[in-house]
């Protein structure tokens, strides 16, 4: 009985995760943003980055509330270009010498998995 109920716990909470995701992804499939960073908070898991825009340059911001793109905050500093395309699960941010993918396709599945496309640094 206790493992049958483990069971449908275990099951359940997976549901749950799966429907967030979906959600989740429904919210980044709308955003979009082409920012040179000025300034960017670091002691959040909420990617959240201010700058102006590469295009316009008016002033600009950018904020993820769903986490996804929480794996780029250590890496992105000030000079950097974050790039999200509208429709895309994808974040881009283009450094001097490199440029790192965060892809949240799967993201619930990538999370945890270390042999995931989750973070792609390419060398230029």
Request: net charge positive; charged share 30%; hydrophobic share 30%.
């Amino acid at each position: 009985m206790k493992y049958t109920f483990l069971l449908l716990l275990l099951i359940f909470s997976c549901t749950d995760m799966d429907k967030i995701c979906r959600e989740n992804n429904e919210i980044r499939l709308k955003h979009h943003c082409n920012i040179i960073v000025s300034n960017i908070k670091k002691q959040t898991s909420i990617l959240e980055i201010e700058g102006v825009n590469s295009i316009t340059n008016q002033p600009s911001n950018y904020k993820d509330d769903t986490r996804g793109f929480h794996g780029v905050i250590k890496y992105t500093e000030k000079g950097d270009t974050v790039v999200k395309k509208k429709g895309e699960l994808k974040l881009y941010v283009y450094k001097k010498d490199s440029i790192i993918i965060c892809n949240v396709e799967d993201f619930c599945k990538k999370i945890n998995d270390p042999t995931s496309d989750y973070l792609i640094f390419i060398k230029r």
